[in-house]
């Protein structure tokens, strides 16, 4: 589905990308959650999930004007386990909530359901 959206979008475009559901940072980098994702470790986090950074920018390469809605900053307990487990292993690599983005284009708006780092 993201990569139909992707294509069918113009240079003279809006994008809307709107999503509610499970997000998670790991490293800095936020990732969308589907609900049959199996996260048993940060190693399958980049398979069994998608960046948010990968649909931001396919959406500034394409679009005028790319407008996300993020309603993710979620207490969620994937990211939760991940944390626990991952702890002392590396540096606080799953937190709460979503990390900040870094947007490419000046017309893009990113909102949150919540600041960076706190869950909704």
Excluded: W
Aim: with cysteine.
């Amino acid at each position: 589905a993201l990569s139909e959206f992707s294509r069918k979008i113009g240079p003279d475009d809006t994008a809307l990308f709107y999503y509610a559901g499970h997000g998670m940072q790991l490293h800095g980098e936020n990732f969308l959650v589907g609900t049959d994702a199996k996260l048993e470790s940060e190693f399958d986090v980049p398979a069994e999930t998608v960046a948010l950074s990968e649909i931001i920018g396919a959406m500034e390469k394409r679009a005028r004007i790319s407008m996300v809605f993020l309603d993710a900053c979620r207490n969620n307990p994937l990211a939760e386990r991940l944390t626990r487990e991952v702890e002392g292993a590396t540096r606080g690599a799953a937190t709460r909530g979503l990390a900040p983005i870094e947007t490419q284009g000046g017309g893009t708006l990113v909102a949150f359901a919540a600041a960076p780092g706190q869950v909704a």
